[in-house]
């Protein structure tokens, strides 16, 4: 059974920073890629950024780029985002997820597996 577990969400002023983490379990980690969503309240679920199985190779939506760090540790079969000059913009619920046949990197439909959600907030 494959469970993903998100953790690092809360509450943060503008200009700050926060790093999100996504625990993986139930499959081979290291084969597939990993990406983040965001969904904010009223809002469609939105392509924020995705890892290669290696790490080599990222993607990220235009809104976060410069500013988000995707990676990921294959030994710990965990995943991280790194959030820095946060926005209050940015404020949303963030799920990690995974690919096992990817075509479409910023799909959401193309992921298998979700986790539940961990929420960041931004004040400004």
């Known amino acids: 059974q494959v469970q993903l577990v998100e953790s690092g969400g809360g509450l943060v002023q503008g200009g700050g920073s926060l790093r999100v983490s996504c625990a993986a379990s139930?499959?081979?980690?290291?084969?597939?890629?990993m990406g983040w969503f965001r969904q904010a309240p009223g809002k469609e679920r939105d392509f924020v950024a995705a890892v290669t199985w290696t790490g080599g190779f990222t993607w990220y939506a235009d809104s976060v780029k410069g500013r988000f760090t995707i990676s990921r540790d294959n030994a710990k079969r965990t995943v991280y985002l790194q959030m820095n000059s946060l926005k209050p913009e940015d404020t949303a619920v963030y799920y990690c997820?995974?690919?096992?046949?990817?075509?479409?990197?910023?799909?959401?439909?193309?992921?298998?597996?979700w986790g539940q959600g961990t929420q960041v907030t931004v004040s400004s």
């Open positions: 139930g499959l081979t980690f290291s084969r597939y890629t």
């Open positions: 997820a995974v690919a096992l046949n990817l075509r479409v990197v910023r799909d959401s439909h193309e992921y298998d597996y």
